[in-house]
């Protein structure tokens, strides 16, 4: 099935800076490739997706890059702020659901 | 919230004892899940249902069952088999394709202690 690692697990940044998480993924079968947002004690919300057939999209400060040859995908938050502060997951999907990483731990620092 | 209701929001069990976690959708979504969340550990799936009255086991399902009998609910019982029951369990559905794949809805959680 479906392995996804997702790196690293605990990130600091100061408000303003850019934030990146990256993930890997097995299987290259995997098309779809959501990214969520949990605060704390909440349940996780979708913040953006990408599809096989994309290698880029953008939504205001948040952005994924896709790249299949090397089945890894990453998100990135530019300008962050005190409320981008979260556990974010991405995840892959396999034959009938998605696997998710273990979750990074974002702590921007106002 | 936002069109998947998971209840209770707390929920505390005695060792030997069956308990149930709801899970109820109003978005005419045909797939639902469950999840269970542990610290460090992300999301594990345990069951998860493409249509009425047909599941699937996940990766985590011993001690656990479900039914499926109506396209809005998909319950989870936790059963006494289940050694460490205590965790964050999230229910989640989607709409499904054949070709394509969707996000997830994700309930508010149900937050299961043993005592």
């Known amino acids: 099935g479906e392995n996804v690692e997702q790196h690293p697990s605990t990130l600091s940044v100061q408000e303003g800076d850019s934030a990146v998480i990256k993930c890997t993924y097995s299987d290259s079968a995997s098309n779809y490739f959501p990214w969520y947002k949990q605060e704390l004690g909440k349940r996780p919300q979708l913040i953006i997706d990408i599809r096989s057939n994309v290698g880029e999209k953008k939504d205001q400060r948040i952005a994924v890059t896709l790249n299949k040859t090397a089945k890894h995908f990453s998100l990135h938050i530019t300008e962050t702020q005190p409320e981008d502060s979260a556990v974010y997951f991405c995840?892959?999907?396999?034959?009938?659901?998605?696997?998710f990483g273990t979750g990074t731990r974002l702590t921007v620092i106002p | 919230d936002g069109g998947i209701t998971q209840s209770p929001k707390y929920l505390f069990r005695k060792e030997g004892q069956n308990v149930t976690l709801s899970c109820e959708q109003n978005l005419n979504h045909d797939a639902m899940y469950w999840y269970r969340q542990d610290p460090g550990q992300g999301l594990r799936l345990i069951y998860y249902?493409?249509?009425?009255?047909?599941?699937q086991k996940g990766d985590i399902a011993e001690g656990y069952s479900v039914s499926r009998e109506k396209k809005e609910s998909f319950p989870l019982t936790v059963t006494s088999a289940q050694k460490n029951p205590t965790a964050f369990y999230l229910c989640?559905?989607?709409?499904?394709?054949?070709?394509?794949?969707?996000?997830?809805?994700f309930g508010s959680g149900t937050r299961l202690t043993v005592v």
């Open positions: 995840a892959a999907t396999g034959a009938n659901n998605l696997f």
């Open positions: 989640a559905s989607s709409p499904r394709d054949r070709e394509l794949h969707y996000g997830y809805t």
């Open positions: 249902s493409q249509i009425v009255n047909d599941f």
